[in-house]
Antibody, heavy 122, light 110 residues
Framework: QVQLVESGGGVVQPGRSLRLSCAAS????????MHWVRQAPGKGLEWAAV????????FYADSMKGRFTISRDNSKNTLYVQMNSVRGEDTAVYYC???????????????WGQGALVTVSS | QSALTQPASVSGSPGQSITISCTGT?????????VSWYQQYPGKAPKLMIY???DRPSGVSTRFSGSKSGNTASLTISGLQGEDEADYYC??????????FGGGTKLTVL
């Protein structure tokens, strides 16, 4: 069965960096685009970034552009997001999610991880 | 990339039907078929309920249906059940390979 497991969350000081990972299993990881979606405490979902199946195309929400970098290692079936210069407003649960269809990006996510909590605090 | 507009809350009694609206612009909801809806229980990951405006993934109850008119998409839940009480989010393609969610709607089953 499809599984997505995030890791790497925790408490990070403002201005520091953090990398989240998402280990995928149960499907051909290299065939699907993957997304990061975040949710601040008590708030709604916010789309953050997407990476194409082969990693050649990456797109970001304006609020993440320049500070966040999405990447993937298809040999390890793992998705990453590097978060630099973190700010208080980056405090959120970060979900990785699989695009619904192999190939072109649809932005419609059929499988989600359980989420990783990132808390930005001094 | 402004969030799509959803009502903060809706409510209904068991057996009734409710509709949640999701209003965007001609740059997102109004221009693309890539509108999806998600159900989220507290502390849980979202679940895809509707994709491509009106299609249901395998396993999702036929009580859930989606539609779109102009810049507004809608999710209708018929035969409301207690287990439907959750938060619901719409999502739309917004052009330039970006996506935008709605602010979310809390559904209360009375």
């Amino acid at each position: 069965q499809v599984q997505l497991v995030e890791s790497g969350g925790g408490v990070v000081q403002p201005g520091r960096s953090l990398r989240l990972s998402c280990a995928a299993s149960g499907f051909t990881f290299s065939s699907y685009a993957m997304h990061w979606v975040r949710q601040a405490p008590g708030k709604g979902l916010e789309w953050a970034a997407v990476i194409s199946s082969d990693g050649s195309n990456k797109f970001y929400a304006d609020s993440m552009k320049g500070r966040f970098t999405i990447s993937r290692d298809n040999s390890k079936n793992t998705l990453y997001v590097q978060m630099n210069s973190v700010r208080g407003e980056d405090t959120a649960v970060y979900y990785c999610a699989r695009d619904r269809l192999p190939g072109p990006i649809s932005g419609e996510c059929d499988y989600w991880g359980q989420g990783a909590l990132v808390t930005v605090s001094s | 990339q402004s969030a799509l507009t959803q009502p903060a809350s809706v409510s209904g009694s068991p057996g009734q039907s409710i509709t949640i609206s999701c209003t965007g612009t001609s740059s997102d909801v109004g221009s693309y078929k890539l509108v999806s809806w998600y159900q989220q229980y507290p502390g849980k990951a979202p679940k895809l309920m509707i994709y491509d405006v009106s299609d249901r993934p395998s396993g999702v109850s036929t009580r859930f249906s989606g539609s779109k008119s102009g810049n507004t998409a809608s999710l209708t839940i018929s035969g409301l059940q207690g287990e439907d009480e959750a938060d619901y989010y719409c999502c739309s393609y917004a052009g330039s390979s970006t996506w935008v969610f709605g602010g979310g709607t809390k559904l209360t089953v009375l």
